[in-house]
Protein backbone atom coordinates (compact mmCIF):
# COMPACT_ATOMS: atom_id res chain seq x y z
CA UNK A 1 0.00 0.00 0.00
CA UNK A 2 1.54 3.41 -1.41
CA UNK A 3 -0.12 6.18 0.16
CA UNK A 4 1.00 9.24 -1.54
CA UNK A 5 -0.57 12.04 -3.77
CA UNK A 6 1.68 12.78 -6.82
CA UNK A 7 2.61 16.38 -7.56
CA UNK A 8 1.23 17.28 -10.77
CA UNK A 9 3.63 18.86 -13.07
CA UNK A 10 6.06 19.66 -9.64
CA UNK A 11 9.46 20.94 -10.24
CA UNK A 12 10.42 20.00 -6.35
CA UNK A 13 11.75 16.91 -5.26
CA UNK A 14 8.35 15.49 -4.05
CA UNK A 15 6.11 13.41 -6.74
CA UNK A 16 6.67 10.18 -5.04
CA UNK A 17 6.33 11.96 -0.70
CA UNK A 18 4.29 9.39 0.90
CA UNK A 19 1.68 11.14 3.13
CA UNK A 20 2.02 8.43 5.37
CA UNK A 21 4.69 7.21 5.51
CA UNK A 22 4.91 3.13 6.17
CA UNK A 23 1.17 2.89 5.88
CA UNK A 24 0.98 -0.93 6.29
CA UNK A 25 2.72 -0.98 9.10
CA UNK A 26 0.74 1.72 10.54
CA UNK A 27 -2.62 -0.36 9.96
CA UNK A 28 -1.24 -3.31 11.45
CA UNK A 29 -0.37 -1.46 14.54
CA UNK A 30 -3.56 -0.01 14.89
CA UNK A 31 -5.87 -2.63 13.64
CA UNK A 32 -4.28 -5.00 16.56
CA UNK A 33 -4.00 -2.25 19.13
CA UNK A 34 -6.14 0.83 19.88
CA UNK A 35 -9.32 -0.64 17.21
CA UNK A 36 -9.01 -4.21 18.80
CA UNK A 37 -9.49 -3.39 22.01
CA UNK A 38 -12.15 -0.27 21.03
CA UNK A 39 -13.96 -3.28 19.45
CA UNK A 40 -13.80 -5.49 22.18
CA UNK A 41 -14.63 -2.82 25.63
CA UNK A 42 -16.06 -0.07 23.55
CA UNK A 43 -13.27 2.04 25.00
CA UNK A 44 -10.78 4.28 23.91
CA UNK A 45 -7.72 3.53 25.27
CA UNK A 46 -5.30 6.28 23.69
CA UNK A 47 -2.24 4.22 25.64
CA UNK A 48 -2.87 1.36 22.66
CA UNK A 49 -3.18 4.26 19.63
CA UNK A 50 0.00 4.19 17.54
CA UNK A 51 0.63 7.81 15.77
CA UNK A 52 1.86 7.94 12.49
CA UNK A 53 5.95 8.38 12.45
CA UNK A 54 7.01 10.28 9.21
CA UNK A 55 11.00 10.73 8.63
CA UNK A 56 10.91 12.86 5.68
CA UNK A 57 9.39 16.15 5.15
CA UNK A 58 8.29 17.98 1.89
CA UNK A 59 11.21 20.18 0.47
CA UNK A 60 8.96 22.99 -0.92
CA UNK A 61 9.82 26.67 -2.19
CA UNK A 62 8.32 29.38 -0.07
CA UNK A 63 5.81 32.14 -1.36
CA UNK A 64 5.41 36.40 -1.91
CA UNK A 65 2.72 36.14 0.84
CA UNK A 66 1.61 39.19 -0.67
CA UNK A 67 1.38 37.55 -3.99
CA UNK A 68 -0.62 34.42 -2.34
CA UNK A 69 -4.15 33.75 -1.73
CA UNK A 70 -4.68 31.93 1.68
CA UNK A 71 -7.29 29.52 2.46
CA UNK A 72 -8.01 28.93 6.03
CA UNK A 73 -8.47 24.88 7.20
CA UNK A 74 -9.28 24.51 11.12
CA UNK A 75 -10.28 21.26 12.21
CA UNK A 76 -12.71 22.89 14.76
CA UNK A 77 -15.80 21.13 13.37
CA UNK A 78 -17.56 24.65 12.56
CA UNK A 79 -20.99 24.33 10.59
CA UNK A 80 -23.41 26.29 8.60
CA UNK A 81 -26.66 25.12 11.47
CA UNK A 82 -29.97 24.14 9.05
CA UNK A 83 -28.20 24.35 5.43
CA UNK A 84 -25.21 21.90 6.63
CA UNK A 85 -25.13 19.07 8.60
CA UNK A 86 -23.32 18.50 12.22
CA UNK A 87 -20.47 16.83 11.73
CA UNK A 88 -20.74 13.08 12.89
CA UNK A 89 -18.44 13.06 16.55
CA UNK A 90 -20.73 10.24 18.02
CA UNK A 91 -18.84 7.81 15.23
CA UNK A 92 -15.85 5.91 17.26
CA UNK A 93 -13.59 6.16 14.06
CA UNK A 94 -14.86 9.57 13.34
CA UNK A 95 -15.82 11.89 10.17
CA UNK A 96 -13.55 12.52 7.66
CA UNK A 97 -15.82 14.97 5.44
CA UNK A 98 -15.40 18.90 4.96
CA UNK A 99 -17.83 21.99 5.20
CA UNK A 100 -16.92 24.64 3.31
CA UNK A 101 -17.94 28.02 4.97
CA UNK A 102 -17.94 31.65 3.30
CA UNK A 103 -14.73 33.29 4.79
CA UNK A 104 -17.14 36.87 5.52
CA UNK A 105 -19.52 34.74 7.90
CA UNK A 106 -20.22 35.68 10.92
CA UNK A 107 -19.17 33.87 13.57
CA UNK A 108 -21.61 33.68 15.76
CA UNK A 109 -24.06 32.28 13.21
CA UNK A 110 -22.00 29.21 13.12
CA UNK A 111 -21.89 25.56 15.35
CA UNK A 112 -19.68 23.37 16.13
CA UNK A 113 -19.52 19.88 16.71
CA UNK A 114 -17.10 19.09 19.25
CA UNK A 115 -15.70 15.66 20.02
CA UNK A 116 -13.52 15.78 23.63
CA UNK A 117 -12.48 19.16 22.86
CA UNK A 118 -11.30 21.90 25.24
CA UNK A 119 -14.40 24.38 23.88
CA UNK A 120 -14.13 27.24 26.79
CA UNK A 121 -12.13 29.27 24.62
CA UNK A 122 -13.74 29.56 21.50
CA UNK A 123 -16.86 29.94 23.15
CA UNK A 124 -15.48 33.29 24.39
CA UNK A 125 -13.90 34.28 21.19
CA UNK A 126 -13.52 32.64 17.77
CA UNK A 127 -10.53 34.41 17.12
CA UNK A 128 -8.81 31.66 19.13
CA UNK A 129 -9.70 28.55 16.49
CA UNK A 130 -11.07 31.02 13.42
CA UNK A 131 -9.06 34.18 13.12
CA UNK A 132 -11.29 35.54 10.67
CA UNK A 133 -10.90 39.11 11.14
CA UNK A 134 -7.49 39.32 11.72
CA UNK A 135 -7.16 37.74 8.74
CA UNK A 136 -8.93 40.12 6.68
CA UNK A 137 -6.89 42.95 8.40
CA UNK A 138 -3.84 41.12 7.39
CA UNK A 139 -5.38 41.06 3.68
CA UNK A 140 -6.17 45.13 3.81
CA UNK A 141 -3.29 46.07 5.00
CA UNK A 142 -1.40 43.84 2.21
CA UNK A 143 0.74 41.46 4.04
CA UNK A 144 -1.73 38.83 2.26
CA UNK A 145 -2.49 38.98 -1.50
CA UNK A 146 -6.02 37.83 -1.28
CA UNK A 147 -8.28 35.23 0.59
CA UNK A 148 -10.19 32.10 -0.35
CA UNK A 149 -13.83 33.31 -0.79
CA UNK A 150 -14.13 30.16 2.01
CA UNK A 151 -12.50 28.58 4.60
CA UNK A 152 -12.51 24.79 5.25
CA UNK A 153 -13.93 23.39 8.33
CA UNK A 154 -13.38 19.50 9.62
CA UNK A 155 -13.93 17.36 12.77
CA UNK A 156 -10.36 16.71 13.89
CA UNK A 157 -11.65 13.41 15.80
CA UNK A 158 -9.90 11.66 13.11
CA UNK A 159 -7.95 8.63 14.42
CA UNK A 160 -7.87 6.51 10.97
CA UNK A 161 -4.85 8.05 9.37
CA UNK A 162 -5.61 6.57 6.19
CA UNK A 163 -9.00 7.82 6.23
CA UNK A 164 -7.51 11.18 6.19
CA UNK A 165 -5.43 10.44 3.81
CA UNK A 166 -7.68 8.70 1.23
CA UNK A 167 -10.67 10.89 1.94
CA UNK A 168 -10.17 14.25 4.05
CA UNK A 169 -7.65 14.95 1.87
CA UNK A 170 -8.73 14.43 -1.39
CA UNK A 171 -11.83 16.38 -0.58
CA UNK A 172 -9.70 19.84 0.78
CA UNK A 173 -7.47 19.20 -2.31
CA UNK A 174 -10.38 19.39 -4.57
CA UNK A 175 -11.62 22.65 -2.40
CA UNK A 176 -8.49 24.60 -2.66
CA UNK A 177 -7.87 23.67 -6.39
CA UNK A 178 -11.24 25.15 -7.03
CA UNK A 179 -10.40 28.45 -5.44
CA UNK A 180 -6.69 28.40 -6.73
CA UNK A 181 -5.49 28.65 -3.55
CA UNK A 182 -1.47 28.98 -3.07
CA UNK A 183 -0.85 28.76 -0.03
CA UNK A 184 -2.88 27.36 3.18
CA UNK A 185 -3.07 27.92 7.05
CA UNK A 186 -4.05 25.00 9.47
CA UNK A 187 -5.26 25.60 12.77
CA UNK A 188 -5.90 22.25 15.01
CA UNK A 189 -8.13 22.50 17.73
CA UNK A 190 -7.04 19.41 19.83
CA UNK A 191 -4.36 17.16 20.05
CA UNK A 192 -5.53 14.53 17.59
CA UNK A 193 -6.70 17.21 15.27
CA UNK A 194 -3.06 17.89 15.02
CA UNK A 195 -2.55 14.63 13.21
CA UNK A 196 -4.57 15.32 11.01
CA UNK A 197 -3.62 18.71 10.23
CA UNK A 198 0.13 17.46 9.77
CA UNK A 199 -0.69 15.00 6.79
CA UNK A 200 -3.48 17.70 5.54
CA UNK A 201 0.48 20.01 5.11
CA UNK A 202 2.11 17.31 3.49
CA UNK A 203 -0.52 16.67 0.95
CA UNK A 204 -0.97 20.15 -0.03
CA UNK A 205 3.01 20.67 0.09
CA UNK A 206 3.77 18.27 -2.72
CA UNK A 207 0.36 19.46 -5.23
CA UNK A 208 2.25 22.73 -4.76
CA UNK A 209 0.29 24.66 -2.21
CA UNK A 210 2.37 26.42 0.54
CA UNK A 211 1.35 25.47 4.11
CA UNK A 212 2.14 26.62 7.84
CA UNK A 213 0.32 25.49 10.84
CA UNK A 214 0.75 26.40 14.50
CA UNK A 215 0.32 24.14 17.44
CA UNK A 216 1.44 23.92 21.18
CA UNK A 217 2.29 20.50 20.97
CA UNK A 218 5.48 20.57 18.78
CA UNK A 219 6.44 16.71 19.89
CA UNK A 220 3.14 15.54 18.50
CA UNK A 221 3.16 17.89 15.54
CA UNK A 222 6.47 16.76 14.71
CA UNK A 223 5.56 13.15 14.50
CA UNK A 224 3.85 13.53 11.13
CA UNK A 225 6.53 16.11 9.68
CA UNK A 226 4.79 19.06 8.15
CA UNK A 227 7.19 21.39 6.61
CA UNK A 228 6.80 24.35 8.50
CA UNK A 229 4.91 25.41 12.18
CA UNK A 230 5.16 27.65 14.89
CA UNK A 231 4.88 26.28 17.97
CA UNK A 232 3.55 28.22 21.69
CA UNK A 233 2.90 27.27 24.89
CA UNK A 234 -0.75 28.43 24.80
CA UNK A 235 -3.12 25.86 25.96
CA UNK A 236 -5.28 23.16 23.28
CA UNK A 237 -7.90 25.19 22.15
CA UNK A 238 -6.59 28.47 21.90
CA UNK A 239 -4.07 27.77 19.36
CA UNK A 240 -3.91 31.64 17.77
CA UNK A 241 -3.99 33.33 21.08
CA UNK A 242 -5.44 33.32 24.51
CA UNK A 243 -9.25 34.69 24.19
CA UNK A 244 -9.87 38.89 23.74
CA UNK A 245 -6.42 39.05 23.32
CA UNK A 246 -5.66 40.86 20.08
CA UNK A 247 -2.38 41.33 20.39
CA UNK A 248 -1.58 37.58 20.92
CA UNK A 249 -3.76 36.35 18.12
CA UNK A 250 -2.10 39.28 15.62
CA UNK A 251 1.33 37.96 17.12
CA UNK A 252 1.12 34.62 16.72
CA UNK A 253 -0.80 34.82 13.36
CA UNK A 254 1.72 37.12 11.59
CA UNK A 255 4.20 34.89 12.80
CA UNK A 256 2.98 31.44 11.45
CA UNK A 257 1.74 33.10 8.13
CA UNK A 258 5.59 34.42 7.45
CA UNK A 259 6.79 30.81 7.63
CA UNK A 260 5.18 30.77 4.21
CA UNK A 261 7.60 33.07 2.69
CA UNK A 262 10.89 30.23 3.46
CA UNK A 263 11.92 27.07 1.55
CA UNK A 264 11.08 24.39 4.00
CA UNK A 265 11.53 21.98 5.79
CA UNK A 266 11.87 25.24 8.02
CA UNK A 267 11.79 23.21 11.17
CA UNK A 268 9.30 24.31 14.76
CA UNK A 269 9.65 27.63 15.04
CA UNK A 270 9.28 28.23 18.81
CA UNK A 271 7.41 31.24 19.90
CA UNK A 272 7.21 32.97 23.10
CA UNK A 273 3.86 32.70 23.78
CA UNK A 274 1.89 31.75 27.31
CA UNK A 275 -1.77 32.02 28.13
CA UNK A 276 -2.12 35.45 30.20
CA UNK A 277 -2.24 34.42 33.93
Not at 56 to 73: D, K, W
Not at 107 to 136: A, C, E, G, K
Request: proline share 7%; net charge neutral.
Amino acid sequence: MNIHIPNAGSSYSNTDMEILEKPLEWLRSFQDGWLDHLEKTGQKDWKRYTYPQNRLTPNARGVNLSHTRLLLISSVGAFYPGSQKPFSIDQPLGDYTIRQIPITVNPDQLSFSLHNFQDQYIRQDSQVLLPLRHLQNLRDEGLIGSLSPVFISFSGYQPHAIRVVKELIPAILKTAREYKATAALIIPASDLCIQSAGLVARALEVNNITTTLTTWNAEMAEKTAPPRMTATKLPAGSPIGMPYDSAQQRRVLVETLKLLEMDAPTGTIHLNETASL
